[in-house]
């Protein structure tokens, strides 16, 4: 349905992805737009407090504004930002990160520092999840669970694109999906940026202190494992079997996994190992209430959270203030052309 036209100037990109500008007072919301640009719009969608639109111009076009590599770009449901230059969309997440805390968190002044950057813009991703209709192979159309057909993808690794030319020669069925990995034995949640989890771990494992680590949703063991030989006792949780398999298979004598719940064994992980340093670093749901009152009880004299969802990272460190001093926030760019923000938040009580 078709609502209507207007000239729009873009004042900012909205954690998402989407530009930002203001028809009659009231936001609209338009993805592929960059602040600082002036647009025709096609008003897609009208809200209460948002209007939603779709690029049909551009009049003014903003200096960072580059050509998208990827011929699927804007009807592929997995980049946002490849018609951004690479420095732009850093300094745009560092700024989502202000303005998701502010608005979410109630959190001001805030030392959020500049986003570190991947080292490889292009040619990242270790997996991808392909989907197939029984005709086409590749990801879903944004916003759609219409398969997009796709040769191959520019943000995943060579390996995997490999992978993916192999599976378009066979015929996947309606509804099958595969995930691609540069590593197939790999079956529980891992980092899918090898060289800025690298980064991401070096930050952890400087910043983390003391005798005694705990590391909660730990996987299988990506921080703690690789930090053991620096403290006297680690001890992670996660509530996958297969996660925690992993971890007890290759732990040092020094490192304890328990599979469980994070929010039902965290209060007795605290209590019988008195940590000097916790790691979070849990799901885009963030942290369940139980976890930040138990935090915030006990209080550890450090926290490390590593979030993949600013808005939720906001939601908690508004409650584990009570507590803790925000000494900073380090976002990374694990995820280059798309909107999503990895970043640690440093934590010491108070
Ligand atoms: C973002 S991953 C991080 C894993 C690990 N730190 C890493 O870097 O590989 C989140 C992990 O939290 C686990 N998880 C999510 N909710 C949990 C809960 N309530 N209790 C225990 N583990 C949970 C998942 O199984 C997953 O391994």
């Known amino acids: 349905m078709t609502l209507g036209s207007n000239t729009v100037q873009i004042e900012d990109i909205a954690f998402g992805g989407a530009g930002v500008g203001r028809t009659n007072g009231k936001a609209v919301f338009i993805p592929y737009t960059i602040n600082g640009e002036t647009v025709t719009v096609q008003i897609t969608e009208r809200k209460k407090n948002l209007d939603r639109g779709r690029l049909l111009e551009i009049l003014k076009v903003s200096p960072h504004r580059v050509s998208p590599p990827c011929p699927y770009f804007t009807k592929c449901g997995g980049c946002d930002y490849q018609h951004i230059e690479y420095e732009e969309q850093l300094a745009i997440k560092q700024r989502q990160i202000v303005q998701v805390l502010r608005q979410i968190g109630r959190l001001q002044n805030l030392n959020v520092l500049p986003t570190v950057a991947a080292p490889a813009a292009y040619g990242f991703r270790n997996r991808i999840t392909i989907h197939s209709d029984g005709n086409r192979i590749g990801f879903f159309e944004r916003q759609s669970r219409n398969v997009l057909d796709i040769e191959t993808c520019v943000i995943a690794s060579p390996t995997v694109n490999e992978k993916l030319r192999q599976i378009r020669t066979r015929s996947l069925a309606d509804g099958e999906h595969r995930t691609l990995r540069e590593e197939e034995e790999t079956r529980t949640f891992t980092q899918t940026n090898n060289a800025v989890a ?18 909660a949703y730990c996987g299988s063991g990506f921080f703690s494992h690789r930090m053991a030989s620096r403290f006297r006792r680690v001890v992670g949780i996660d509530w996958s079997e297969r996660a925690i398999e992993t971890a007890r298979r290759r732990a040092d004598p020094n490192e304890t996994y328990l599979l469980g719940d994070v929010g039902e064994i965290i209060n007795e992980s605290l209590t019988s190992h ?3 340093c916790v790691i979070l670093d849990p799901s885009s749901k963030g942290l369940d209430d139980r976890v930040a009152t138990v935090l915030n009880q006990f209080a550890p004299p450090s926290v490390l959270y590593v ?16 507590r803790f001093r925000i000494e900073a926030i380090q976002p990374f760019d694990m995820f280059p052309q798309t909107a999503e923000i990895e970043a640690v938040a440093l934590l010491n009580r108070k």
């Open 307 to 322: 979030s993949c969802n600013p808005s939720t990272l906001a939601r908690d460190l508004g409650r584990l203030r009570e």
């Open 274 to 276: 008195q940590p000097d």
């Open 198 to 215: 690298k980064l991401l771990l070096d930050y952890v494992a400087d910043h983390a202190k003391g005798a005694v680590l705990l590391d």
